[in-house]
């Protein structure tokens, strides 16, 4: 079945362009169906995956004949799991240079398809992120007339009940497609299990060429025991048993398979601004509880906090927004700093709020920056507030993706 995918949009209005459609995320996100999905429309239009052995010889070692068998009078043409070209992009390039046809490929984001093949093809492609579900898809799939009041912000009493009846099991299951398909507990935690040991681990493993997955999957969980918590390099590579510059290597992996990723931190202060280290995230809440063995519901967690700080953090991430978090000598922090078209957005993400309260560190933001806006995000707290000279607006977690 098709779950709609935001991305799909953004697809559609640039077939029409010259440049390569490149779709990147990590496996089992939904790259090869939302492709399949937007070939059947067209006419014309060829679809191949470099899975199969024999194209992908044809393109690596004679791409004038790939391209008479595949390119020539079509306007279309459809080319999944590029990522095993490992040299592609030249090739890419040729056929770019050479013909007409407009292309589309997908991968994963290992650094032989980021790296080696995009660097020939500078000013010839749009880069386009997928990303797991994000929760609005999944709350489109799973309710579409709840998603129609999500989507206008209608957030009474019971609606914002209502959603977090779809949010408690969003944070604990997370939004793989094949996830959100599944209908028993059981079945989606063995789809997960399956996600992480067959694609993911396996998939890294083999980028960083290591012998086995113990160090790599001790480094996982000791992420997703610390999750948004600031990473300490030395206590890193002494936990996971992992010298320094090989934590280092796998967690920038990590990150370019959409795995992890960073939030740094924010400063224009460097004498009350902390210069420190990244924390790290989860892109999918699921995937996390995979690793860290825990699918108990969240009410009932003591690391709530964590996947909600976890959900907010992801949800940024799949609408555009670099994550940075603000923390200062005096150790006044805020949770996540955003930058909208020039403005500073400040976060916060409380698990439970019974009032408009803010916090010092909140307060202490916005005298020193001053935004026009900013957020504090909790289990059903819904109002609007002046501070300062900023409006803050409270808003219920599950609301996290409309932020940007």
């Not at 290591?210 to 999957?217: G, H």
Request: glycine fraction near 6%.
């Amino acid at each position: 079945m098709y779950i709609q995918r935001d991305l799909e949009a953004k697809l559609r209005r640039y077939l029409g362009a010259r440049e390569i459609l490149a779709i990147v995320g990590p496996r089992q996100c939904g790259k090869t169906t939302l492709m399949e999905h937007v070939f059947k429309g067209l006419k014309n239009a060829k679809f191949i995956s470099f899975e199969d052995r024999e194209a992908l010889e044809l393109f690596s070692k004679d791409i004038s004949a790939f391209a008479d068998i595949y390119l020539k009078g079509v306007d279309y043409l459809f080319i999944d799991e590029f990522q095993y070209a490992r040299k592609g992009g030249k090739q890419l390039k040729y056929l770019y240079d050479s013909f007409r046809t407009k292309m589309v490929v997908s991968g994963s984001s290992a650094p032989e398809l980021s790296v080696q093949s995009l660097k020939y093809l500078v000013g010839r492609i749009f880069i386009l992120n997928l990303y797991p579900l994000s929760f609005s898809e999944y709350l489109r799939y799973k309710n579409p007339r709840l998603f129609g009041i999500y989507a206008r912000s209608a957030f009474s009493e019971p609606v914002v009940e209502r959603l977090n009846s779809h949010y408690r099991e969003f944070a604990v299951y997370g939004g793989y497609p094949r996830v959100a398909l599944a209908r028993a507990p059981d079945e989606k935690r063995e789809v997960l299990k399956n996600i992480y040991n067959t694609y993911l681990l396996r998939e890294i493993r083999e980028i960083l060429q290591l012998p086995d997955d113990f160090k790599l999957s001790q480094l996982m969980k000791i992420l997703a025991l610390q999750t948004g918590g600031i990473v300490n390099y030395n206590e890193l590579s002494s936990s996971s048993g992992m010298a320094y510059h090989e934590l280092k290597r796998s967690l920038n992996v990590l990150m370019k398979t959409f795995v992890c990723a960073e939030s740094r931190p924010f400063f224009t202060n460097k004498k009350k601004e902390l210069v420190k280290a990244p924390k790290v995230f989860f892109l999918d809440n699921g995937f996390r509880n995979t690793i860290a063995g825990n699918f108990q519901p969240i009410a009932d967690r003591p690391d709530s906090g964590q996947l909600n700080e976890n959900f907010v953090a992801s949800e940024l991430v799949k609408s555009g927004i670099e994550l940075r978090y603000w923390r200062t000598k005096a150790k006044a922090e805020v949770d996540f700093i955003a930058e909208s078209e020039g403005s500073l957005m400040p976060i916060e993400v409380k698990s439970s709020l019974s009032s408009p309260k803010l916090t010092r560190s909140f307060k202490n933001f916005l005298g020193e920056y001053r935004p026009e806006k900013g957020f504090v995000l909790s289990s059903s707290l819904v109002g609007k507030r002046k501070a300062a000279s900023s409006s803050v607006e409270f808003l219920p977690i599950f609301a996290a993706g409309g932020l940007g």
